[in-house]
C-alpha cells in the first residue's frame, strides 16, 4: 500500500509507475498491477464494442437470489443487460475467494426482456456460474449460451 503527503499527493508512486508503464517502459508495474491493467482494458474494450452493455437495459437479479447456492449478498452482483437480441448475465465476485452460484432468473425478467424461456434457460433453472476473487463473469444468455469475459 502506498501512502502520499501533502508534498508528494499530486505525483503518488502508483501513478508515476502506471505511467511509464502505459508509455514503454515494461516492469514499472508489479506483476499484479499489471494482470488488473490489462484486466481492466479488455474489460473496457469488450465494454465499448458491445451495445448490450453501451446501450442495453439493465435487471437486477440481487433481490431474487439472497437465497441462491452459493450467493452473499454483501459479496456477489448480479444482473442482465439486454439490447435487441442480445443478453448477457453478469456476475460479480468482491469476495477474496472463488466463488460457485447459482443464479436465478425470475420469470418476470424473461417477460420484461422478451427472452425466449429453452429447456436450459427458464425461471425452474438457474445459471451455474464460476466466478474468481475480486473478479467478474459475463455470460451471454441469447442468442446462445457462451461465457464472453
Known amino acids: 500500500m502506498w501512502t502520499t503527503t501533502i508534498f ?30 490489462e484486466r481492466f482494458a479488455s474489460l473496457a474494450a469488450f465494454a465499448a464494442n458491445n451495445d448490450a452493455v453501451g446501450k442495453g437495459d439493465m435487471y437486477d437479479l440481487c433481490y431474487c437470489n439472497y437465497a441462491s447456492d452459493g450467493f452473499n449478498k454483501d459479496k456477489h452482483f448480479a444482473f ?18 472463488d466463488a460457485r452460484i ?8 424473461f417477460d420484461w426482456l422478451g427472452m425466449e424461456k429453452t429447456d436450459e434457460l427458464n ?8 466466478v474468481k476473487a475480486y473478479d467478474g463473469t459475463i455470460l451471454q444468455l441469447c442468442p446462445f449460451r457462451k461465457k464472453l469475459q
Open 8 to 37: 508528494d499527493w499530486w505525483s503518488p508512486s502508483s501513478v508515476r509507475e502506471l505511467y511509464r508503464e502505459i508509455h514503454g517502459e515494461k516492469g514499472a508495474l508489479a506483476p499484479a498491477r499489471r494482470d488488473f491493467l
Open 123 to 130: 425461471p425452474s433453472t438457474p445459471v451455474e456460474v464460476d
Open 102 to 109: 447459482s443464479i436465478s432468473i425470475p420469470e418476470h425478467a
Open 80 to 97: 442482465l443487460r439486454d439490447w435487441e437480441e442480445e443478453t448477457l448475465l453478469v456476475v460479480c465476485n468482491f469476495s477474496a475467494n
